[in-house]
């Protein structure tokens, strides 16, 4: 089962981890007034899509207006073959540091695996840290802080603390992946998650009642066969 | 993992529809069935043998080698940590659709106790004329011939396919390991690649690499030390459907042509049909 973006942030919301403030608008005049509240912002199109800025998904907004004509661009149309039923609106956050991290089941190790890799510069796409954990004993904030590579960041327990709640949710929904890409840190010291892709296990969907009701249509899907 | 003729298979699941059907297989092939379990209902016998509630009672009064677990999906977790704690060193899980997680946990479990776990989703092993363990048609002497050739496929269907087949060609199979369609396995193509080189009655191997796990390095650096030929028959019409969404950097599955492309380097001999396959082992080991 893949989730757009606001249903993976409102799991990350539950586990602890900041987000930008938003709003989910299924109409352009919607958008305009979460935009009125909220200011410069983003205009987000829901759809479980990678590399959403460069396609068009993504847009900027100084304020209302714009945010109007970004609604209004967005909503109803197609993005790789999934329907743009609504936007978030979020609040712009402008970051001193930006990284990728993810939670995935990793085939090799045969037990989930932290992954942080960076974005920009020399270290784009290159992983920085990655941590395989035992899934019978999981990890705590300051487990991962004694282990960061010095270096990383200023400050190893906050991104450690966002790490290991990264983990409990990706453990608590029988996540395969759940990735922040960006997670951002604030001028503030705070990082917060600025998008948030999630996959859960189908075969967990039993006993994942509430979030089996909110997977996103996978109407874009090209699959051929493997399996038994 | 390979299963002897002599080994002690306790059926999880026994009193089930599948734990039946295949227990009777398995007994009549001449796999020893010391027993099963029938999850809070032991004290009698099914199938001639005894029932016990748990794989730990089993283990009190039998020495079991082999776990085959025919339980659900949902019961599979609970099971295969019985099955480990109780001291069982072979874990053959054929139950499909288990959660990821639950299949980590217990191939976590598995290994610190130093059991091996095959599949969750295994269609299991067949000890060509010895034994088998799964829901494989061992049985089926088209299907399955007595001989040198060990073959390796993660589902059943493409191992009765690719056994089939060298059977046509004259051949015959001395073991076959399926390790599973599911994303996370306990025995992955190059921990069963180390069993069959192991074993003395295989000559050479047959992989079907019908694709995925992400570990066909491992695979082919294993390969690549071994004095055993190995022929891969890749199926370039399977794509790694698991990871259609999971796709992540670091931990992403490789395509048909990559795996191909990596077990010609490592000197496997890399097949398009299973015809091929089947005549280049052909020319490898002659007729059984």
């Known amino acids: 089962m893949i989730f757009v973006e606001h249903v993976g942030k409102s799991l990350l919301r539950e586990a602890g981890i900041d987000v930008p403030a938003g709003e989910l608008a299924k109409a352009p005049v919607e958008a305009e007034q979460a935009a009125a509240r909220l200011g410069a912002c983003v205009v987000k199109a829901q759809v479980p899509v990678g590399d959403r800025v460069n396609k068009g998904g993504i847009r900027f907004a100084s304020g209302a207006a714009e945010a109007l004509g970004h609604a209004h661009a967005l909503l109803g149309t197609e993005i790789d073959g999934h329907g743009v039923r609504d936007v978030l609106v979020e609040t712009q956050v402008s970051g001193v540091q930006a990284l990728r991290a993810a939670v995935v089941d990793d085939p090799e190790t045969a037990g989930p695996l932290i992954l942080v890799s960076g974005t920009g510069g020399d270290t784009e796409g290159v992983t920085l840290f990655r941590l395989p954990i035992d899934i019978r004993f999981g990890v705590t904030a300051d487990g991962i802080a004694a282990v960061l590579p010095p270096g990383l960041v200023e400050h190893p327990p906050a991104l450690a603390d966002v790490l290991a709640r990264l983990y409990e949710t990706y453990i608590r929904h029988d996540a395969e992946l759940l990735a922040v890409d960006p997670l951002a840190l604030t001028t503030e010291g705070r990082w917060v998650a600025l998008d948030c892709k999630l996959v859960v296990d189908d075969r967990a969907a039993f006993r994942q009642p509430r979030l089996a009701a909110l997977a996103a249509p996978e109407t874009a899907v090209v699959a051929a066969g493997g399996g038994a | ?288």
């Open chain 2, 1 to 288: 993992m390979i299963v002897r003729s002599g080994m002690g298979v306790l059926v999880m699941g026994i009193a089930g529809e599948q734990g039946t059907y295949w227990t009777e297989k398995m007994a009549a092939y001449g796999t020893r069935i010391v027993g099963g379990t029938d999850s809070g209902r032991g004290g009698g016998r099914h199938l001639e043998v005894p029932v016990w509630a748990s794989a730990g009672e089993a283990t009190r009064s039998e020495s079991v080698d082999v776990a085959a677990l025919f339980v659900s999906a949902q019961d599979t977790k609970a099971a295969a940590l019985d099955a480990v704690r109780a001291g069982i060193r072979k874990i053959v899980c054929v139950t499909e659709q288990v959660p990821v997680h639950d299949a980590m946990y217990i191939i976590a479990e598995a290994r610190a106790a130093g059991a091996v776990v095959l599949g969750p989703g295994s269609a299991g092993v067949v000890t060509t004329s010895e034994a088998f363990v799964g829901v494989m048609p061992a049985f089926d002497k088209r299907v399955f011939s007595p001989g040198t050739i060990g073959i390796i496929a993660r589902s059943g269907r493409h191992g009765i396919l690719a056994s089939q087949t060298l059977v046509q060609a004259g051949l015959g199979v001395s073991a076959f390991i399926a390790i599973g369609s599911d994303p996370i396995v306990g025995t992955t193509t190059r921990d069963a690649l180390i069993a069959l080189d192991t074993d003395p009655r295989t000559r050479a191997i047959a992989l079907i690499g019908d694709v995925g796990g992400g570990l066909e390095e491992d695979t082919a650096l294993y390969a690549s030390t071994m004095e055993k030929p190995v022929v891969a028959y890749i199926d370039n019409a399977a794509a790694p459907s698991r990871r259609r969404h999971g796709s992540y950097a670091g931990a992403d599955a490789r395509c048909p042509v990559e795996t191909a492309a990596a077990l010609r380097a490592a000197g496997v001999q890399v097949t398009e049909t299973l015809a091929d396959m089947a005549g280049q082992l052909h020319s490898i080991v002659g007729r059984a």
